[in-house]
């Protein structure tokens, strides 16, 4: 809380009133952090890497992990009922209605441009990981090996001599202008009927089955970029190397009025952040969804190596 005096307040109020807002300004620092996420895995795992962090620094936190979906989350921080969560930069296009701007596509300008924007309601986004959770295709990792394909561009030269692929996806990646058009299109190539296996609801937990088992021939597969099943299944990502889709990096965010109250919030979520890579947050999301272990144990045992 901050207090204007003016010429004719007397030194005894403005000395009463400094004491006041010392007071006050401990017992902020001694209220938890109200830290929050998203309902899904990656969302537990990244708010539990987070308290964990927070917590091992004397920093007190409440655990209300696993709120909502985006937009109950969102509410949330925005009125002041949660203090810190982990948001996706390309979430923005959603947030301030920019679905239709660039930006989005690259890693940096979705930051920047969410970063700016969001501290002018007092919402400041710390370091993002590298990984990004967006829409991908996935191939088998031992066919990637065998063709030295690493990205889509590697995948269009491996189609366009006679390369034998058959991609499973829901009906929607295949249909919608943004998912497989917008692949092809920019990196030119066409997959057939012959070369889809299209199934019914298709979440990237069937379409990754399909892949691993090879059901119908399938060797690839619509997946997300931080998909847990990826590594447990053997595929691997083929890199987005034209920035077709856009990117959602996971960051912190937290209210302005929490960070100036505990400034070191800052440096420490942003080393955890930095350490998240694809294959990194891969493993941790499969550690959870694949064999079954809690996220709190998840990140506990994942702060301890980075302790070390």
């Not at 889709?245 to 302005?256: D, G, I, N, S, W």
């Not at 009025?257 to 694809?278: Q, R």
Request: proline share 4%; with cysteine.
């Amino acid at each position: 809380m901050r207090f204007s005096a003016t010429s004719f307040i007397a030194k005894p109020l403005i000395a009463a009133c400094t004491v006041a807002a010392i007071s006050l300004s401990q017992a902020n620092a001694n209220e938890p952090i109200v830290v929050s996420s998203k309902i899904d895995t990656e969302g537990s795992v990244l708010g539990e890497l987070i308290i964990q962090t927070l917590e091992r620094h004397d920093i007190p936190t409440e655990n209300r992990l696993q709120l909502g979906g985006t937009s109950v989350v969102r509410t949330a921080l925005e009125a002041g009922e949660i203090d810190l969560y982990p948001e996706y930069t390309g979430n923005g296009a959603f947030f301030f209605d920019m679905a239709d701007s660039p930006v989005w596509n690259d890693a940096e300008q979705a930051y920047q441009t969410v970063r700016e924007r969001d501290a002018q309601q007092g919402l400041i986004w710390l370091q993002p990981a590298s990984a990004n959770n967006t829409w991908a295709m996935s191939i088998r990792e031992d066919v990637a090996a065998e063709n030295a394909l690493v990205n889509l561009e590697d995948l269009a030269a491996y189609l366009a001599d006679g390369g034998e692929f058959k991609f499973a996806a829901s009906a929607e990646f295949v249909e919608s202008a943004q998912a497989l058009p917008a692949f092809q299109d920019a990196y030119g190539f066409e997959l057939s009927d012959a070369q889809l296996l299209v199934l019914s609801g298709g979440n990237t937990a069937a379409t990754m089955r399909a892949a691993a088992q090879q059901t119908s021939g399938v060797n690839a597969a619509m997946t997300y970029g931080t998909d847990g099943g990826l590594s447990a299944l053997g595929l691997m990502v083929l890199e987005d190397t034209k920035g077709v889709q856009p990117v959602y990096q996971p960051a912190p965010v937290v209210r302005e009025s929490v960070l100036e109250t505990y400034p070191d919030i800052e440096a420490l979520l942003n080393e955890v952040f930095a350490s998240l890579d694809l294959v990194t947050l891969q493993t941790l999301n499969a550690d959870v969804a694949v064999n079954g272990l809690s996220p709190a144990q998840v990140a506990s045992d994942y702060l301890d190596t980075l302790s070390r």
